[in-house]
T-cell receptor, first 115, second 114 residues
Framework: AQSVSQHNHHVILSEAASLELGCNYS??????LFWYVQYPGQHLQLLLK??????LVKGIKGFEAEFIKSKFSFNLRKPSVQWSDTAEYFC?????????????FGSGTRLQVQP | EAGVAQSPRYKIIEKRQSVAFWCNPI?????LYWYQQILGQGPKLLIQ????????DSQLPKDRFSAERLKGVDSTLKIQPAKLEDSAVYLC????????????FGSGTRLTVV
């Protein structure tokens, strides 16, 4: 079974600072990778996803993530955060080569951006 | 398009009582998921339906949790009897097909067991 680790549980940044949130997964086969965001009081929303091809994926709101297969990583980045990026961020994975296709989520990283 | 509807939004019950949650997925979405999100943790899959059949319920505590999806549309998740550790947000999600493609989440039901 696959698993996901997010080592940063709580990150505090000032506006305009650069962001990188770590995500590592554990699975020996082919995976699809996702980042979801949950703004305060709202439901989970997809930020970006990687299925295949260019390992650098661009998502909404200026976010991007890079898939490094050798490191089993899919880190989320943003060059300059805004106060409105305050939210909880979840990395997720699902195995492409098995019948079980539901997403497995990491424990999340709470991002707090100070004005 | 309308989103995934869940009700109730909040529920407070005493331990050993029973509770049920309802989910109406996006029209036409064949796959439906129930996740449990305990405070400070990521969502954990409880059960996955494909139409009205169960695809994966390996992490569903079957001694107290049950779920059904009659007619392949709406779904209910029941807990009977509830324990303190069941306090969590219960999320429903749906997608056109199995996998991570096009998941849409509902707003969830926040359950507090006292």
């Amino acid at each position: 079974a696959q698993s996901v680790s997010q080592h940063n549980h709580h990150v505090i940044l000032s506006e305009a600072a650069s962001l990188e949130l770590g995500c590592n997964y554990s699975y020996g086969g082919t995976v699809n990778l996702f980042w979801y965001v949950q703004y305060p009081g709202q439901h989970l929303q997809l930020l970006l996803k990687y299925f295949s091809g260019d390992p650098l994926v661009k998502g909404i709101k200026g976010f991007e993530a890079e898939f490094i297969k050798s490191k089993f990583s899919f880190n989320l980045r943003k060059p300059s955060v805004q106060w409105s990026d305050t939210a909880e961020y979840f990395c997720a994975v699902n195995a492409r080569d098995t019948g079980r296709r539901a997403l497995t989520f990491g424990s999340g990283t709470r991002l707090q951006v100070q004005p | 398009e309308a989103g995934v509807a869940q009700s109730p939004r909040y529920k407070i019950i005493e331990k050993r009582q029973s509770v049920a949650f309802w989910c109406n997925p996006i029209s036409g979405h064949a796959t439906l998921y129930w996740y449990q999100q305990i405070l400070g943790q990521g969502p954990k899959l409880l059960i996955q339906f494909q139409n009205n059949g169960v695809v994966d319920d390996s992490q569903l505590p079957k001694d107290r949790f049950s779920a059904e999806r009659l007619k392949g549309v709406d779904s209910t998740l029941k807990i009977q009897p509830a324990k303190l550790e069941d306090s969590a947000v219960y999320l429903c999600a749906s997608s056109l097909e199995p996998g991570g493609y096009g998941y849409t989440f509902g707003s969830g039901t926040r359950l507090t067991v006292v």
